[in-house]
C-alpha cells in the first residue's frame, strides 16, 4: 500500500447512464461475448482434436460465422468510441475547431460507408435465406447468424449517427465514458 493512497483528490461524480449510454454499453457487451464465442470456439476444438481425435460438428461453420458476427459487432462498438485504426498526421498539428471538424467530416464519411455496407448485407441475408444455405454437419440454416452479423451493423449506424451528434452538438459526451485517467 503506497502512503498517499489518502492523497488523492475525490473522483468526479459521474453523470448518470441514459437510455443511449446503456445501449452503447451493451452493443460492447454484445461484441465482448463474441470474442468469448470465437475463443472458446477455437480452445475447444483444438483440445478435443489434439487429445481426442474428435471435432465439434460444424465447428469450422460457427467459428466462421461467429466471427463473421464479432466483426460487425465490433465495428459498431469501435466505430462509436473512435477506437478504430486512424491516422492522425493532420489532426495532431490541428487547432481544436479543425480537430472537431476533421472528427465530424471523418465520422460522417464512416456514417455514409456502414449505412451502405449495412443495405448490401441485409441483401447478402436475404439472400442466404432464400437460397437455404446449410451448415456441413448439422444442417442448419446459415441466414440467422448472418441476421445477427447484420444486427451489429445495423447498431453500428446507430451508434455511429449519435457520435456525429455529439460531436457537432454535444462535445464534451463523445468518449466520456471511456476517458483514461494516468494511474501513477
Not at 488523492?8 to 461524480?13: D, L, V
Not at 498526421?89 to 456502414?114: E, G, Q
Not at 440454416?141 to 449519435?162: E, K, M, N, R, Y
Amino acid at each position: 500500500m503506497s502512503d498517499d493512497a489518502g492523497l488523492r483528490p475525490p473522483a468526479e461524480p459521474q453523470r448518470p447512464k441514459n437510455a443511449m449510454d446503456r445501449f452503447i454499453e451493451g452493443i460492447e457487451w454484445i461484441a465482448a461475448g463474441f470474442v468469448g464465442l470465437v475463443a472458446a470456439d477455437i480452445f475447444i476444438s483444438v483440445l478435443l482434436r489434439y487429445f481426442f481425435s474428435v471435432s465439434i460438428p460444424d465447428g469450422y461453420d460457427f467459428g466462421r460465422l461467429f466471427l463473421g458476427i464479432l466483426i460487425f459487432w465490433g465495428i459498431a462498438a469501435t466505430s462509436y468510441r473512435g477506437t478504430h485504426i486512424t491516422v492522425d498526421l493532420i489532426w495532431d498539428i490541428a487547432k481544436p475547431r479543425a480537430k472537431r471538424l476533421i472528427d465530424v467530416f471523418a465520422t460522417l464519411v464512416l456514417l455514409l460507408v456502414v449505412s451502405v455496407q449495412t443495405i448490401m448485407l441485409f441483401d447478402k441475408v436475404v439472400a442466404t435465406k432464400a437460397q437455404n444455405v446449410l451448415t456441413y454437419d448439422l444442417h442448419l440454416p446459415t441466414w440467422p447468424f448472418f441476421a445477427l452479423a447484420w444486427l451489429g451493423d445495423v447498431s453500428a449506424v446507430i451508434l455511429i449517427a449519435v457520435r456525429t451528434f455529439r460531436l457537432i452538438f454535444h462535445p464534451e459526451r463523445v468518449n466520456e465514458a471511456h476517458s483514461l485517467e494516468p494511474v501513477e
